[in-house]
């Protein structure tokens, strides 16, 4: 076996980007007399932008469940009323007083009194000084229960974000289910969630309260619902359920409709509407049972008994979980949130329907058709917002992602389980890590290193991830929000969405306000362009400058925000993405550097010395063929390249002639992996008997010169390749000479 290498002293003319070598020991001393290897440079284009489109601002509604402190008039037994501020969601009852101090109503007499924790710490308990007082000398603000330490009855803290992440299965509402064992290792599988590509079918009971000032005089039905003809509040709420393009009073489709086009068609969920019932007692009976959970439990009893008394059958089509309960009911009552926070968990023991058989043990509640202040339930304050978010907790064990304690907003305005609710016409879409967990998101993953455009639509559902490489579980996930997609009509902003998500975080209560990558931070947060973390310090719940543009086209490690990965190193590298259009229906994002770029960049050239002409280590190859054959721009180096024989120690360096025991030649080369991509290079060989005339490998038969890659080398960037010289070329001449060309990729 015997290599013939091009001559150290091969002069150098930039005529075309190539190496010549010959077969021949005296044909390569022609090729050095002639100046047989040469190179030549070409420009890179780079794609123009993508226009700017518009969005609309929808009619802002003040009373989800998911608002700040409202206030609130409570009246007294005694006719009186007091002003309150309610601080209560779905984790908490809390009501204060304008001075910040806790209330509580005394089922004793049914006036509110001053509150203090309990000697356990489990529930608030009044004082003897009542609410229209002065508060006793002392007392503190904003007192309230440890979560961890609310004893009530769905077995644990009343919400579904106890069942929020797999990690965290220790809480009681999870083996009350039953269906699989406790310790899971992945959210996305949680088997206690509902199978997000199979269809499923809940059951909704209406549900009324005799003292209600919206109840008819007679008191023997619920409301029916103004504006629709004839109809009653099941009619209606199978539309608000399940028709398809149901738009009544600006409404952006069904609950079916929500969940069909977040999951790209994969989830069909529709609902039966059972009878509605109105309950024997007032609300002003479940107002005094003590703990959120009690009540709402209290009721869902109360309804499932008298519907049972009435001879219903639940439809066989309702979805029932392995042990037979009904899976998903929701429970609505006609009012508003003055009245009972929506919340979604499940009762510490399964309850009877009836002699049955069918049981209930996991259910959501929320209000329908009023708003605060409306004197009598109409279609205008029907919205689908709140009970999808309360459905994503029910169905899917989604948390929370605006901040429970108040001290942040968590997602905002950009995540149907933040304030993504806060239009209730006209709920926000999800976050894309609940989507790629449900399987609804088509991803493609990029390297750290990867270097692509990509054309990103805004119809949801099409996001580029990029993990964390350092062993750690964090990503970055890239996604368009348009206005092709009905359910971001109402966000502030539209463009590039860049989300930072940790699945080893639980939550979206520790805010990160200054992008210290070493300290603690949301599960999912939004990277907002203009880096003045405004959900992080409560300032506001989204703004105009959230995402990325071509105003703020840069997201890397040298900008603010910065794009490093959570507890990285400075060392550690960090993703590189380009922003190459404003907001329209595609946009088209740049993943990594260019290949010659980063080749520039870990070799440590600059100005000048960086172009693709230069020579630096003054070897006679310039930057382009040391990119292109995998040598050292830096130091000068005439070596051939070399090869042991095993699949990945080839080593870079000048190309060679190889001939074979037989006397058959083969022309060898390192070749970059990437070749024929963006910012990288492409290579082509021909061949000539005279060193005038040349053959192209297009023209010669494929079989003798498709390259053959023989090895790699031990960066896994480069490749061995190896090219059989023809026997004759088309004149029937000997081929004595090879060329390789190489030409920059735009």
């Not at 998911?66 to 206030?71: D, G, I, K, T, V």
């Not at 050292?632 to 360096?653: E, F, H, I, K, Q």
């Amino acid at each position: 076996m015997k290599y013939i290498p091009l001559k150290p002293s091969l002069a150098l003319a930039f005529v075309t980007s190539l190496f010549i070598l010959s077969s021949s020991p005296c044909m390569a001393q022609k090729v050095q007399a002639e100046g047989g290897l040469a190179v030549t440079q070409s420009a890179v284009d780079t794609p123009e932008p993508q226009q700017l489109r518009s969005s609309r601002d929808n009619e802002t509604f003040t009373y989800n469940s998911e608002e700040q402190p409202y206030l609130r008039m409570v009246g007294e037994p005694d006719g009186s009323t007091l002003e309150l501020r309610d601080h209560s969601d779905e984790n908490k009852t809390l009501l204060t007083t304008l001075s910040d101090h806790t209330v509580v109503r005394d089922p004793k007499d049914g006036f509110h009194y001053y509150a203090v924790l309990s000697d356990d710490g489990s529930e608030l308990v009044p004082t003897s000084q009542r609410a229209s007082s002065p508060p006793p000398v002392g007392l503190a603000r904003f007192i309230n229960v440890d979560p961890s330490k609310l004893r009530h009855e769905c077995g644990g803290f009343c919400d579904q974000s106890a069942e929020k992440h797999a990690l965290v299965t220790s809480e009681k509402s999870i083996s009350v289910i039953g269906e699989i064992p406790q310790e899971q290792s992945s959210f996305a599988l949680n088997p206690n969630a509902v199978n997000p590509t199979a269809p499923h079918v809940g059951l909704v009971i209406i549900v009324g309260f005799p003292d209600d000032p919206n109840v008819p005089g007679d008191q023997s039905y619920i409301p029916r619902v103004e504006g629709v003809s004839g109809g009653t509040s099941e009619s209606f709420m199978d539309k608000l359920c399940n028709h398809v393009g149901f738009n009544t009073n600006e409404n952006t489709g069904s609950i079916y409709d929500y969940y069909k086009y977040q999951s790209n068609g994969l989830f069909e969920f529709t609902n039966v509407i059972a009878p509605a019932v109105m309950l024997d007692q007032p609300w002003s009976y479940y107002e005094n049972i003590s703990g959120l959970g009690n009540t709402s439990s209290q009721i869902l009893k109360d309804a499932v008994d008298k519907l049972a008394a009435s001879g219903y059958t639940i439809p066989a089509n309702v979805t029932r979980d392995p042990g037979g309960r009904i899976r998903s009911l929701s429970v609505l009552y006609a009012g508003n949130r003055n009245m009972l926070n929506p919340h979604a968990t499940s009762l510490s023991a399964a309850y009877d329907y009836g002699a049955t058989g069918d049981k209930f043990s996991r259910y959501m509640i929320s209000f329908f058709f009023a708003r605060p202040g409306e004197t009598q339930p109409t279609t205008a304050g029907s919205g689908i917002s709140t009970m999808v978010h309360e459905m994503g907790h029910l169905l899917f064990l989604w948390p929370d992602l605006y901040d429970t304690d108040f001290s942040s907003k968590g997602l905002g305005d950009w995540c149907l389980m933040a304030y993504g609710i806060s239009k209730e016409k006209d709920p926000a879409s999800l976050n894309p890590q609940f989507r790629i967990d449900n399987g609804w998101a088509t991803v493609t993953d990029v390297g750290v290193n990867d270097y692509l455009t990509a054309s990103l639509p805004s119809t949801g559902g099409v996001v580029y991830r990029i993990n964390n490489p350092f062993g750690r579980d964090d990503s970055f996930l890239v996604e368009n929000i348009g206005d092709e997609n009905p359910y971001n009509d109402g966000l502030p902003d539209k463009g590039i969405a860049i989300w930072h998500v940790d699945p080893s975080q639980n939550n979206n209560n520790t805010e990160n306000e200054d992008g210290n990558v070493n300290t603690n931070h949301y599960y999912i947060s939004l990277v907002q362009a203009d880096n003045e973390f405004n959900l992080e310090k409560n300032d506001n719940q989204g703004d105009s400058d959230d995402l990325f543009d071509l105003s703020k086209p840069f997201f890397n490690a040298s900008t603010t925000p910065s794009s490093r990965f959570w507890f990285s190193t400075l060392s550690e590298s960090a993703p590189i993405i380009e922003i190459l259009g404003n907001a329209g229906p595609n946009i088209s994002v740049r993943f990594g550097q260019p290949p010659y770029e980063l080749w520039v960049t870990v070799n440590g050239l600059s100005g000048g010395d960086a172009s693709q002409s230069a020579d630096v280590d003054v070897d006679g190859l310039s930057n382009l063929l040391e990119f292109a054959i995998g040598t050292n721009p830096n130091v000068s180096d005439y070596s051939s390249l070399g090869w042991a024989g095993a699949p990945n120690d080839a080593t870079p360096g000048n190309p060679v002639v190889h001939e074979s025991p037989s006397g058959n030649f083969t022309f060898r080369f390192m070749r970059r992996k990437d070749h024929g991509s963006a910012g990288s290079v492409s290579y082509a060989w021909r061949f000539s008997s005279n060193l005038t005339d040349w053959e192209s490998s297009a023209d010669t038969p494929s079989w003798l010169t498709t390259p053959t890659v023989l090895a790699d080398d031990p960066s896994g960037d480069y490749e061995l390749v190896e090219v059989i010289s023809p026997s004759v070329l088309g004149e029937f001449e000997n081929a004595l000479f090879f060329q390789i060309e190489i030409t920059p990729v735009p």
